[in-house]
């Protein structure tokens, strides 16, 4: 018994602080390379276009020998034609290294978000941001940085008293930053009479009391206006008098009944596989403590059981496979512990080499994807969504890889080796799972729509802006999350990464999708499933990494021993994001109700249902919609119903550029506001 008990108990633990030792230095994010999103834009080829300049304000706050200190920081962000047609940004700095990591990661962020936005190809821009500052760092900029790109295109104005702190969301909700007491003091001092705050912070702590302050109240009594807003389109309504234009539409399409009838299918078929799975279970002599998981997937199949019932046939689908993955996952734990009790380690390395043939399967998968051609705009979506699920594949193989190669070369005890090959045969099972939700992308996605596919230039315009916003947030979560963990923790960034890899499924699964963009593009060579398999691994891993800055940063995750959310410091600000990103996916969906936009329905349905949930499940729902706002985007660009509704809906950067101008892009001469001296101690991080 002592074997299965170390075994048991080491699948529970799922070996979790072994990997943080001992694979230091196993994932890295990927670096900022290539070309950039979504159209083309007329302004750009009129031979008069010139560089526009606009000025808004950021604040910051830092650390003094007296205390916390806030002050505005002018911020000029220019934006002009591009010569080469290759995506750019630059900032601009007065002292070496003066703008930080963070500042760069939010400013990138800021350019791909607006550019999404407005459905405009960013490559055919240069952007020169300019913080003003000697030495800055921290993310509060993101929200009134995007602003500021937003400006430069449309051709608006802000007021030089005008001051925004707030980070961005994918959403374009406004997300919450540090030390806005300390913020507004600065802001009073430098003359402003407007500061945007973040909606969900209206109440935030003193840096240097430590007691709550209600920011309104504090702004009155400092003479200031102080306004939460929760969105980009508020703040940017406040700050240049003008509307942002978006897209609005009527009620939400229901799945086509095509559609619906191979969910139904697809669903049945995983219940299948779930009862087969319990059957053996249960056949079992010894369980070792997993029937509390066999409980977990009756729940999930009898929520699917449900949702069929009511014609929910996503949520059935969706539910029916997690309920046969928890079901096998089960079997394939008790396999190995008794391969474990039968022949020691090594017969548990060769019940792990049998788990190794999904890479194999690996390679099918993406033969098969590539000899799918989409007739249709909706199916090449449906392709997209299933090479992001190959892309997280791939990362859960790379890394059980990379474990592999440690274990054969590393000197490690029995209970190290066991959590090692535990790991790595979850990571293989977790594969095998996402391969079967990509040929099922095919199975029910394809076959609709109107639209033919678009040219595979314009995928790769959306693909390549993502793949950028994606990177910025592994940089913000790097600087946010990982490196002040690892110093209150005084272990290495790369200690605490891997601990993330393990213990966060979306962080995993954003790496694995960032670090498979190479691998695809290494692969998959021939047109139009090379920009298509970039697209897939780029959207990926920039929603899994939006949703972990969202849970740790911007939402204040609450977890337990077992790292699993259970609740969340700032929960009026994830209502707040559940109701912003409802509503923009239902909104872009609607625009392509014609083109039967059935990935994004898919997800939009599913959100609905994990709304409904627990602390993990609103996470899903959060995620589940971005993704649905993202693919009902995408096939709105394709077919040109984003250009109409945007048109429709207010000034559009297709005629409203050229402008009075400032200054070219780039020579960093632009005027700034009063509040210009380099802010003094350095700003920090917030």
Known sequence: MGKTSAIAAALALASVALLATACGGGASKPTQEGPGPPRETQAIEEPEATARTVEVNALFVSQGPSGASGGTNPVS??????????????????????????????????????????????????????????????????????????????????????????????????????????????????????????????????????????????????????????????????????????????????????AFSKLKAAATEWLGRYDAAVNRFLALPETLGYEQDVLVADQYAADANNALKQGLAAVAYERAATAAAIAEGALQAIALAQAYVNSGIEGLVAEVQALASVETRLVATLERLESEAPRSATDLLALTDAYSNVAIAFGLINDASALVQFLQEAELTEDEALGLILSIATN????????????????????????????????????????????????????????????????????????????????????????????????????????????????????????????????????????????????????????????????LISLVADEEPVTALYYHENAASYREGDANDKVTALFYNWQAAVFGEALAYFNGTFDNAISEAGASPLWEWGAASVAPAGDGDSETGPGDATPTPTPTPD
Do not use: H
């Open 77 to 258: 962000v220019t934006v002009g034609p591009s010569d080469g047609g290759e995506l750019k940004v630059s900032f601009l700095e007065s002292e070496v290294g003066g703008v930080g990591e963070m500042w760069k990661a939010a400013g990138w962020t800021g350019v791909a978000l607006a550019s999404l936005f407005l459905g405009v190809d960013p490559r055919q821009y240069e952007f020169a941001i300019d913080p003003g500052a000697g030495n800055i760092d921290g993310n509060s900029a993101g929200g009134v940085t995007t602003v500021g790109v937003l400006a430069a295109i449309l051709g608006d104005e802000i007021p030089a008293d005008a001051a925004m702190t707030g980070g961005i969301n994918p959403d374009g909700s406004i997300g919450p930053v540090g030390g806005i007491p300390q913020k507004i003091g600065g802001a009073a001092q430098e003359g402003m009479s407007l500061v945007l705050i973040p909606a969900v912070q209206r109440f935030d702590i003193d840096l240097n009391t430590g007691e709550p302050v209600d920011l309104v109240e504090l702004g009155t009594s400092l003479g200031l206006d102080v306004r939460p807003v929760g969105t980009i389109y508020e703040a940017y309504e406040i700050l240049t008098g003008s509307e942002l234009p978006q897209p609005s539409a009527a009620a939400t399409p229901e799945l086509p009944g095509n």
């Open 428 to 587: 293989y099972t977790e594969a095998d799972f996402f391969l079967d939700a990509a040929e099922n992308n095919l199975a029910y996605g394809f076959g609709f729509g109107q639209s033919p596919p678009p040219e595979p230039e314009v995928v790769t315009a959306i693909a390549e802006t993502v793949r950028r916003a994606a990177d910025a947030n592994l940089a913000l979560i790097d600087a946010l999350i990982l490196e002040r963990e690892a110093e209150a923790a005084g272990v290495s960034v790369d200690a605490v990464r891997n601990f993330f890899i393990s213990n966060d499924a979306d962080y995993g699964a954003a790496l694995g999708a960032a670090n498979s963009v190479d691998y695809f593009r290494g692969t998959i060579t021939e047109e139009p499933q090379a920009s298509i398999a970039v697209l897939g691994s780029s959207l990926s891993a920039w929603g899994e990494s939006a949703v972990v800055l969202a849970k740790y940063y911007s939402l204040d995750a609450q977890l337990d021993e077992g790292f699993n959310v259970v609740g969340f410091g700032r929960e009026r600000a994830l209502s707040d994001m559940l109701d912003l990103a409802d509503e923009r996916a239902a909104n």
